[in-house]
């Protein structure tokens, strides 16, 4: 079945950097797009990335535009999330998605914790 | 900016008919926008429901429905279970490689 695990998280202090890695199984990982979400603890999902199925286009929402970056292994199925520049509110539960045609998201990781704090 | 509104809170008595909406602050909703659906449970990831405005994720049972409702799209519970009780979320494509999420609903069965 489709697993998605997200590993990375942790602790950082403001203007750190820290990368996250999601790994991916049962399924063709070099055929789909994946995504980057985030939920801040007690709000809303925020869309933050997106990276095409051979990595050669991505996009971010503009909360992050500049300091994130999306890459991706497709010879050993891992999704990457470079942050840079943290700020306190960056701090959220990180999740990756699998992105399909009609532009929704099926499949979901268990999500990883990022705290940004001195 | 764009903005996606939601209903921050509704209450729906068991066995009953509940309609969530999702709406842009700057227009129409349309199926050109693809609206989805999740459910999310406390220290849950997501789950997805609708895709493609009215297409049910598989294993997701025919009381969840999705549609259009004039200017948004609506995310229809019929005979609403105890276990309904969630956040739902809707999400919009906006254009290439861009997503939006309404903030979100939080039901209530009672």
């Known amino acids: 079945q489709v697993l998605l695990v997200e590993s990375g998280g942790g602790l950082v202090k403001p203007g750190g950097s820290l990368r996250l890695s999601c790994a991916a199984s049962?399924?063709?990982?070099?055929?789909?797009?994946m995504c980057w979400i985030r939920q801040v603890p007690g709000k809303g999902l925020e869309w933050i990335s997106y990276?095409?199925?051979?990595?050669?286009?991505?996009d971010y929402s503009e909360s992050v535009r500049g300091r994130f970056t999306v890459s991706r292994d497709n010879t050993n199925n891992l999704l990457f999330l470079q942050m840079s520049a943290l700020k306190a509110e960056d701090t959220a539960v990180y999740y990756c998605a699998r992105s399909r045609a009609n532009f929704f998201f099926d499949y979901w990781g268990q999500g990883i914790l990022v705290t940004v704090s001195s | 900016q764009t903005v996606v509104t939601q209903e921050p809170s509704f209450s729906v008595s068991p066995g009953g008919t509940v309609t969530l909406t999702c709406g842009l602050n700057?227009?129409?909703?349309?199926?050109?926008?693809?609206p989805s659906w999740y459910q999310q449970t406390p220290g849950q990831a997501p789950r997805t429901l609708i895709y493609?405005?009215?297409s049910r994720s598989s294993g997701v049972p025919d009381r969840f429905s999705g549609s259009i409702l004039g200017n948004k799209a609506a995310l229809t519970i019929t005979g609403a279970q105890a276990d309904d009780e969630s956040d739902y979320h809707c999400?919009?494509?906006?254009?290439?490689?861009?997503?939006?999420f309404g903030g979100g609903t939080k039901l209530t069965v009672l």
């Open positions: 493609n405005t009215n």
């Open positions: 990276i095409r199925s051979s990595g050669s286009g991505t």
């Open positions: 700057s227009g129409s909703v349309s199926t050109s926008s693809y």
């Open positions: 049962g399924f063709t990982f070099s055929d789909n797009s």
């Open positions: 999400l919009l494509y906006l254009t290439s490689g861009i997503w939006v």
